[in-house]
């Protein structure tokens, strides 16, 4: 019988950390009190608080005291414990903060535990101690768990096991990472001698619930637990407001028009003096290749500032993160220029302010780096928005709008990836194997494959035992054994290792590491910029100015250049989308400033700002209202254009785009060239364009014959087999090399395309070629929200208006086509001249 809330309350354990609180000056906060008791209790569950809220101590006490509970007189007194608590991160940078911050509870409480790590970055050796005799707390990652259930007698290490913790479940949910964390969990819950406590930390999302269900295996649909599944949990709402001022920081003219890169770093003297008046700042910008230009930037304009600032960024070598983050710990630092490397919850005391460099296109993540200043309980966050162009200050008002309203985005669970499932699958056959029928009800108790079929079952059982249809006659693919018992198992060391070594989700291009000759490492480039560079050439990277002498088995080795000028690193990613709900803001306010709702454009310093450029969009076209479709038309030297804006964010406007330019084309011959941004796209031909006509038969966002109509405006299949390259990686199907001999990218795509045409031609009912058509469609054609796109313009009021010149919302556009065929230097003179035309109109 579960103890009551008052018996939980009297406990020794319960009293030992309500004291700790106290020495220390400290009030626990009402959702910290109601975690502990829900986990002592024996309860799962999901706590919800903001970043510095204090909510790793709301789940890291009760652990300790439900131990102090168990042995009451002597719990001071050193035991085998085994393993009793799992904290899973989704950051290898951030195990080392929890680390400290966890044990440093122990000694003080006299709680005779020991708080390890066990991520990328663990030596072997203390790997081997760890398995000889594991800690009492294990801080770890998805695939370094996944890495211990391939070992035999894994599950022994997991018998004694009370809790699993997973930090950040927010950043892990919308990913492969996430069904990873999802499959660990039922394999570790039939192997705990007791039932296993499941809990989340998770900043606010729109879709706490299912987040739950996804934690615990339920399915939201019915609030019941699926086969197998844990009993569905608690939601805990941390009732702490975390106070966030948005400044926005506004150019001194407004009349220039917008294009992508018109502002950002001409912006720079306005924030240096919110640099230098802070302890320390972030500035946190989308790319690192900005970070890279703007680190050279902020130190040509403030050279006192040399030593003072670093840069942070994924391609760094490890150690110059690692030292960046303690020079932040210690207040050395006054800035730091960074990516999203730093997005997530090391706690930094001294950051005192945030910079924003261009639109995050998401409100949540907005929140969360505003979220890296003020990094303590009480404190107020303070973020700066720098627009990277005039209209992105219309992005800022809608953030500053959801942050008052509290509005967040959802994370979207993966649905049923079978990469990750055949992954797992041989995870466990490299370990001590797995049944048939046991398991299948295991992998079905979790949200990720709650509907998974026998048959797909079958289909994945087939594929690592025989390579399948299309693979059995070769026997590199057949990697699991059955053995006479019917138990599935890998008995080949060299398949055990190879997989082992390609155990996770992440799959990357492969990467060429930067040294000096001297030997220091810098880091990593993509093997396509480094393709390019001859002898001599210079090159920006971590702020050093470096000449490329040589690249030699997958090494660039380089030396100091004694030149200032350099090009910068390019690295491939697709640009951030626009979020759904930050889209609806924006089109609602585009609305008000049309109807200048509650004096906006006199009450609001950004709209107050952009008044020249948004009263020419109004004299040239319209300003469009939620409402509204607008379309404009415009004859140049280039042809006939027509823009629309849907504000949708780039993604979906890019598939409208294209839907578009078809069933136009279909109307008459004709020839269409497309571009697109987040607020709108355009289409350009060297012959008018039918489009009153298509408007008038309502045609071009009709429903009927939609889904074969996006398949033959976009290349689906070249975008699926570029998406197969991933999940041939992930299954297993390609291996990507040992460590220090990675393959090239040129094999990786070669071997991909090859599996990808058999699977077509052979085998065209292959469950991972399915699965990379449907990826297509549900991530960058974003199925779902181009459907409720479509249905929401058909409902739309259309304006059509025919303009003389490029209007403010069709200049950007114009530029991003531009930019695809001009290089820079003749792109910044064409915008030079578009902009002196402007003056003349």
């Known amino acids: 019988m579960p103890p009551t809330k008052r018996t939980r309350e009297a406990s020794p354990g319960y009293e030992a950390i309500l004291r700790w609180f106290g020495d220390r000056g400290w009030q626990p906060f009402a959702f910290q009190q109601a975690a502990w008791q829900a986990y002592l209790a024996g309860k799962s569950g999901l706590l919800n608080a903001p970043t510095g809220s204090g909510k790793t101590f709301a789940l890291w006490m009760p652990c300790l005291a439900e131990y102090i509970n168990q042995y009451p007189p002597d719990y001071r007194q050193p035991r085998r414990n085994g393993l009793q608590i799992l904290w899973i991160t989704p950051l290898r940078a951030l195990a080392k903060d929890i680390r400290l911050a966890m044990q440093t509870a122990c000694d003080d409480l006299g709680v005779p535990w020991r708080v390890a790590v066990r991520t990328g970055n663990t030596s072997t050796s203390e790997r081997q101690q760890q398995l000889r005799r594991m800690p009492e707390c294990l801080v770890t990652t998805p695939e370094s768990l996944h890495i211990l259930l391939s070992q035999k007698g894994g599950a022994d290490h997991f018998r004694s096991l009370k809790a699993v913790i997973i930090d950040e479940w927010h950043e892990l949910l919308g990913s492969k990472r996430g069904v ?82 018109q502002l950002g770093t001409k912006l720079i003297a306005k924030i240096l003096p919110v640099i230098r008046r802070s302890q320390t700042t972030l500035v946190f910008v989308n790319t690192r290749a900005a970070a890279e230009i703007w680190y050279q930037h902020l130190l040509l304009q403030a050279p006192e500032l040399a030593g003072l600032v670093a840069m942070h960024h994924g391609s760094l070598d490890a150690a110059t993160r690692e030292w960046v983050e303690e020079a932040l710990k210690e207040g050395r630092l006054k800035a730091v220029v960074c990516t999203s490397s730093l997005d997530l919850g090391v706690d930094f005391a001294p950051v005192e302010t945030i910079v924003q460099v261009g639109s995050p296109k998401g409100v949540a993540r907005f929140l969360q780096r505003a979220g890296r200043s003020g990094h303590r309980p009480g404190a107020v966050s303070q973020i700066y928005f720098l627009p990277t162009h005039s209209l992105e200050l219309i992005e800022a008002v809608a953030m500053k709008e959801a942050a008052t309203t509290q509005l967040t985005e959802s994370r979207i669970p993966v649905p049923k990836p079978l990469d990750v499932l055949v992954q797992y699958l041989v995870t466990l056959a490299v370990g001590d194997g797995f049944e048939e029928g046991s398991l299948y009800q295991e992998v079905r108790g979790t949200y990720a494959y709650r509907d998974l079929s026998p048959e797909e079952w079958a289909w994945a059982l087939a594929f690592i035992t025989t390579g399948g249809q299309s693979l059995g006659a070769y026997d590199e693919f057949a990697r699991v054994e059955i053995t006479g018992e019917g138990r599935y198992q890998v008995t080949s060391r060299q398949t055990a290792m190879r997989h082992r070594l390609g155990i996770g989700t992440i799959v990357s291009d492969p990467s060429i590491r930067l040294q000096y000759l001297g030997g220091t490492r810098l880091g990593t480039l993509e093997e396509s910029f480094v393709s390019r560079l001859r002898e001599g050439d210079v090159f920006w990277f971590g702020g050093k100015n470096l000449e490329f002498v040589r690249v030699r088995e997958m090494t660039a080795w380089v030396r100091r250049a004694g030149t200032r000028k350099g090009t910068v690193p390019r690295w491939s990613g697709q640009r951030m989308a626009l979020s759904p709900q930050l889209a609806a803001i924006i089109r609602r306010k585009w609305g008000e400033i049309a109807d200048n709702t509650d004096d906006i454009r006199e009450k609001s310093p950004e709209i107050r700002v952009l008044a020249p450029l948004l009263d020419r969009q109004q004299r040239w076209s319209a300003i469009p209202r939620p409402e509204e479709l607008l379309f404009e038309q415009l004859k140049t030297r280039e042809g006939y254009h027509v823009f629309v804006y849907p504000f949708e964010g780039r993604l979906v406007n890019e598939v409208l785009a294209a839907l578009c330019a078809y069933r136009l084309s279909r109307m008459q011959p004709i020839s269409i060239s497309i571009a697109s941004n987040d607020y709108g796209f355009e289409l350009l031909s060297d012959q008018e364009i039918p489009l009153e006509e298509a408007l008038a038969q309502e045609r071009l966002f009709q429903a009927a014959g939609l889904t074969e109509d996006i398949e033959a405006s976009l290349n689906e299949t070249e975008m699926a087999r570029r998406r197969f390259r991933d999940i041939a990686s992930i299954a297993g199907l390609i291996f990507q090399g040992y460590p220090g001999k990675n393959i090239t990218s040129k094999h990786l795509q070669s071997s991909s395309q090859l599996l990808f045409d058999v699977f077509r031609q052979y085998d065209p009912h292959n469950l991972l070629l399915r699965q990379a058509y449907d990826e297509v469609l549900r991530t960058q054609l974003q199925e779902s929200h181009l459907l409720d796109t479509l249905e929401r313009l058909r409902g739309q009021r259309i304006i059509l208006k025919k303009t003389a010149h490029p209007t403010p919302l069709a200049f950007p556009i114009m530029i991003e086509r531009l930019r695809e065929i001009l290089s820079s230097e003749k792109l910044e003179d064409r915008i030079a001249k578009m902009q002196l035309q402007v003056t003349k109109w």
């Open 180 to 261: 990873q964390a999802e499959l660990a969990l039922s394999r570790l819950r039939p192997l705990t001698r007791q039932p296993l406590k499941v809990w989340g930390i998770s900043a606010t999302i729109g879709n706490l619930e299912q987040a739950l269900a996804v934690l615990t295996g339920a399915d939201a649909t019915t609030d019941e637990a699926a086969p197998g599944a844990a009993a569905p949990g608690v939601i805990l709402r941390a009732e702490v407001r975390k106070q966030t001022r948005i400044h926005s920081v506004l150019p001194d003219d407004g009349q220039e028009m917008p294009y992508p890169g």
